[in-house]
């Protein structure tokens, strides 16, 4: 199997697992919701962590923790708007 191959399998697998992590949070904070808007929640918190983490393996600066601290209050902003966005349906 070559690296990009596994690379690719690797990727989809932990995308898979914080989207069901994000999911499962959601769900028990958010009962209110449809299972649908949660659903997308997950999907945008697991890219954007996923996607955050690649940037700071990749760029190194600053550390994994201040990098994440920065990164969260634009994932939580992205979650509030799909949960105004459902209440106004």
Known sequence: MSYESFRRIAEQKMNRNLENFFY???LKQHTNLDSKALKIGAVILSAGIYAASLDCLNHG????EQY???AL????T???ILYINH???
């Open 24 to 26: 499962s949070l959601l």
């Open 87 to 89: 209440l106004s349906e």
């Open 73 to 76: 209050p634009f994932l939580v």
């Open 61 to 64: 600066s600053p550390p994994a």
């Open 78 to 80: 992205k979650l509030n």
């Open 68 to 70: 994440i601290e920065k």
